[in-house]
């Protein structure tokens, strides 16, 4: 429902007095810092009606009010008057260029948490199973490394043991052959072909082609490194969300399991621009007291991942929007020019 705009005026502000000191927000102040001319009883009546609504609650301990998540809800959508940050700074405070894809992301996740105090996470590209060469280095008797170098640079490396002791100018023959007829192909489809060709060729080298597409398989459906996270340890020192082992449980549990934040970020991916989950509002979110907000980023036109700020509900929206907001641009220059 619209809020009329007395009551508008008031929430704003004691959602912005909340996120910035903590404290459950009383009439008096909010007569202070609203600029309405309104007497007291007139402000605490305005407050009862917000309160039924479910935009505040009532601390037991305190006659102030705190906002509620349909109470965030609505600033963030409505009232919500995000600051404006300058991309050009941004940008030259922490660059995102670099060698690889997967570089660029760790460092997009590392400047999210720099800039926000925060966490910053980063879903990186889900990664198709093609190559564009793959490498063989003998790194000893019946041991060689893998080398897979994908279609947009990233790297993989996976060490195969052999029942052989392969030259190197064996190595080099069975990756020639590879990279000549199957370089740009999925890991997959090479599998198939190579059962139908394998014959052709000696069987040591049949097998160690074999091996190299089966690890090459594995290395691509690999999903450990698909989320980057970076400044855990800064909500730590956020007392909404370390303040008892309930809640330091839980937000342990989100890092180490990553799977309910992947499933957000893989939603959010779907959806346009920024998005905000509030926790106790959201299922997505494990945690009531805290938030998580996304973009999208692309690679020349295209969605290719999300990245976000993850920290708790009372933070400044203002701030970590355009944060957000212009990071997902710079990675999104930044892997389309790669």
Partial sequence: MQLEP????????????????????????????SGLDLSPATIRNIMADLEELGYVASPHTSAGRVPT???????????????????????????????QPQKMIANAAQMLS????????????????????????????KR??????????????????????????????????INQNYGGLAFDEVHMRLQN???QLRDDMGRLMQAA?????????????????????????????????????????????????????????????VQIYIGGESSLVPMDEMSVVTAPY??????VGTLGVIGPTRMAYERVIPIVDITAKLLSNALSHN
């Fill in 6 to 33: 007395r009551a508008q005026t008031l929430l704003k502000a004691l959602v912005e007095r909340y996120i910035a000191d903590g404290q459950p927000v009383g009439s008096r102040a909010l007569s202070k810092i």
């Fill in 144 to 177: 060689i490394l893998l080398v897979i170098v994908g279609p947009t640079g990233d790297v993989q490396n996976r060490l195969l043991l052999t029942d052989v002791d392969y030259s190197p100018a064996q190595l080099v023959h069975s990756a020639n052959y």
């Fill in 69 to 99: 998540p349909r109470g965030y809800r609505i600033f963030v959508d409505t009232l919500l008057t995000v600051q404006h940050l300058d991309e050009q700074s941004v940008e030259g405070r922490m660059r995102l260029q670099a060698p």
């Fill in 197 to 199: 060709e394998v014959r």
């Fill in 213 to 273: 597409v089966e690890a090459g398989s594995e290395a691509m459906a690999d999903s450990s490194d698909d989320m980057v996270i970076s400044g855990e340890r800064n909500l730590l020192s956020v007392s909404d969300l370390s303040s008892n082992m309930t809640s330091l449980r839980q937000m342990f549990d989100m890092f180490e399991q990553k799977t309910g934040l992947m499933q957000l970020l893989d939603v959010s991916s779907k959806a346009s621009g």
């Fill in 114 to 141: 720099s800039l926000s105090q925060f966490a910053g996470v980063v879903l990186s590209p889900r990664r198709e199973s093609v190559f564009q060469q793959i490498e063989f280095l003998r790194l000893g008797e």
């Fill in 298 to 303: 692309m690679a020349n036109g295209k969605i």
